[in-house]
Nanobody, 118 residues
Framework: QVQLVESGGGLVQPGGSLRLSCAAS????????MGWYRQAPGKQRELVAT???????NSADSVKGRFIVSRDNAKNTVSLQMNSLKPEDTAVYYC????????????WGQGTQVTVSS
């Protein structure tokens, strides 16, 4: 079973930057989609940004122009470069991956805390 491990979370001041990374292991079939979701206390988990194996990106309007998602297909990693961070970005960020073959399945990392505060 695919396992996802996030790293890079932490405390930053508003306007600062942070890079999150996620490494997938036990990958047997291609990860069609990888990306990031986040969940703030008392709120539902929401999309941050995802990227397909061939580079199609889907991102939330709230992060467009500030966050950049990228992946390395050979290494089965995905990163999220977060710039111009705002307090509203404070959340637990979860790595996400989805496979299509042999059957559709989704995988989630354990989450990494990002806190934006002065």
């Amino acid at each position: 079973q695919v396992q996802l491990v996030e790293s890079g979370g932490g405390l930053v001041q508003p306007g600062g930057s942070l890079r999150l990374s996620c490494a997938a292991s036990r990958v047997i079939f291609s990860l069609n989609t990888m990306g990031w979701y986040r969940q703030a206390p008392g709120k539902q988990r929401e999309l941050v940004a995802t990227i397909t194996r061939d580079g199609i990106i889907n991102s939330a309007d709230s992060v467009k122009g500030r966050f950049i998602v990228s992946r390395d297909n050979a290494k089965n990693t995905v990163s999220l470069q977060m710039n111009s961070l705002k307090p509203e970005d404070t959340a637990v960020y979860y790595c996400y991956a989805r496979v299509i073959r042999p059957a559709p399945a989704s995988y989630w990392g354990q989450g990494t805390q990002v806190t934006v505060s002065s």
